[in-house]
């Protein structure tokens, strides 16, 4: 199962008039992982979703979904997957075990497979409390949650999952990433777009990062990272004349030049720096510098997508 292909992009290019939207691009997501897609607005993420979800044909290449062809298999590809973000469907007025009962029975369930399948799905999402509750009472959070297990009522194997917690709360979105693990777990493949880097770096298992059309890089979240460089040494200090002191005892021991943002000192530690680092600590130490805090860090998921990405497509 482990290597199995769920989704198989291969060279796929789209036009639209002069404009090339997605310049031969091509990866595979594998059975029951998280692949995340990730590109600055109009990098060609959406266009892309919507050849793999059949709503657009694709000018050259060839998309496979669980082994069928989006073009001329597209409708038993159709019954591979679901797409979430479908909340304007829900009835407002209904409760959530009404509105999941109805998009069970819409999605060909029977009456008691479909009550059993909403039942597990209220588990499943932390929605017991308020499952009978008008569903224009539920917060944002909730709404997702419920939009969410919605998506999944009729088992899909592969979920697109658009967006999952744009505008929510950290507190609420880390409950929307619980529940998105969670459904990994379950076996189902999940395709997700994110504009939140660190969404992506929680979640996903690989990342393909989009610019311009074109796949610029697809790797895991730790691999992406030390494409940037190695690890890095960030020293804080607590008063400002501490600045240019510090910087010349890391700029001595290490022999390059540090990067310097307000009391913040940023290095990437060479491989044969690491036995370095405590000299650097003993020498500020012993100038009676105060810090606020020292540590070594891997580089952020922005400084790879910022460094690898061209600006404005
Ligand atoms: N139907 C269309 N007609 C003409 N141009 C289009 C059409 N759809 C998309 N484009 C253009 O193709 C490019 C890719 O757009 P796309 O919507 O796929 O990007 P995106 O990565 O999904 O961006 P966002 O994060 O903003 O949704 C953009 O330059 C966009 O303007």
């Known amino acids: 199962m482990e290597n199995e292909v769920a989704i198989s992009v291969k060279n ?31 990098a060609g993420k959406s266009t892309l979703i919507n050849m793999m979800t059949t709503l657009m044909q694709p000018d050259q290449g060839e998309i496979m979904i669980n082994g069928l062809n989006i073009i001329s298999q597209s409708r038993q590809v159709r019954s591979q997957f679901s797409v979430t973000g479908q909340s304007a469907t829900i009835d ?3 409760s959530a075990r009404e509105n999941l009962f109805l998009f069970g029975r819409l999605n060909g369930l029977n009456h008691d497979s479909a009550h059993q399948r909403s039942e597990e799905l209220l588990v499943d999402f932390d929605l017991v409390q308020s499952a009978d509750h008008s569903v224009s009472t539920f917060s944002g959070g909730m709404l997702r949650r419920l939009d969410l297990a919605i998506s999944l009522i009729g088992n899909p194997s592969i979920l697109f999952l658009d967006e999952p917690t744009t505008g929510l709360d950290p507190r609420t979105r880390t409950q929307m990433w619980v529940a998105i693990q969670k459904l990994v777990k379950n076996g189902t493949t999940v395709l997700l777009t994110t504009q939140y880097l660190e969404e992506a770096d ?34 804080t200090v607590e008063q400002n004349e501490s600045v240019i002191p510090t910087q010349s005892i890391i700029e001595k021991v290490l022999g390059k030049t540090v990067n310097v943002e307000n009391r913040n000192l940023t290095v990437i530690l060479d ?10 600590l003993d020498k500020i ?24 990405t061209v600006g404005k497509n």
């Open 12 to 42: 796929i290019s789209k036009k639209f008039g002069q404009h090339v939207a997605v310049n031969d691009i091509s990866f595979d997501v594998k059975k029951g992982e998280i692949f995340g897609l990730l590109g600055p607005n109009g």
């Open 92 to 94: 407002k007025e209904l």
């Open 202 to 235: 929680q979640l996903a298992d690989r990342i393909a990062l989009i610019d311009h059309g074109r796949l610029i890089a697809e790797d895991k979240p730790s691999e992406l990272k030390k494409l940037v460089g190695g690890l890095q040494l960030k020293v």
């Open 271 to 280: 491989n044969n720096a690491f036995n370095k680092v405590s000299e650097i």
């Open 285 to 308: 130490l012993a100038s009676k510098i105060m810090l606020s805090s020292f540590k070594i860090e891997a580089p952020s998921l922005d400084e790879v997508f910022l460094s690898m």
